[in-house]
């Protein structure tokens, strides 16, 4: 399977690291709590953010990178993160190729 046929899979996410991989795609900034809300309103699943953390942290193993079809080459990052202006949170965002 290509890569761009493994990211076409995904119209239907069944798994939090799913969900979580189909919101970040758009290659914007996400925070913890917009991606609970997104991924609530959608599924009407809640899932804490211990969860998401982990999804997101998933995306940057070899695993998720070969799922999702992300750079294989584990010395090229493939989440950026930045601090919430005046919060003690952050915001994330794929900068990996996600078109395969």
């Known amino acids: 399977m290509s890569n761009i046929e493994n990211v076409l899979k995904f119209t239907n996410p069944t798994s939090l690291n799913d969900f ?13 709590w917009t991606l609970q809300r997104v991924i609530k309103d959608k599924t009407g699943k809640f899932y804490g953010e211990p969860s ?27 989440v950026s993160r930045r601090r919430i202006a005046n919060s003690r949170g952050y915001e994330f ?8």
């Open 52 to 78: 998401i953390s982990a999804a997101i942290r998933n995306l940057r193993k070899y695993e998720g990178r070969k799922r999702y079809g992300l750079p294989l080459d584990m010395s090229v990052e493939v």
């Open 20 to 32: 979580v991989f189909m919101c970040m795609r758009d290659g914007k900034y996400w925070s913890y």
């Open 93 to 100: 965002k794929l900068v990996g190729d996600t078109n395969g």
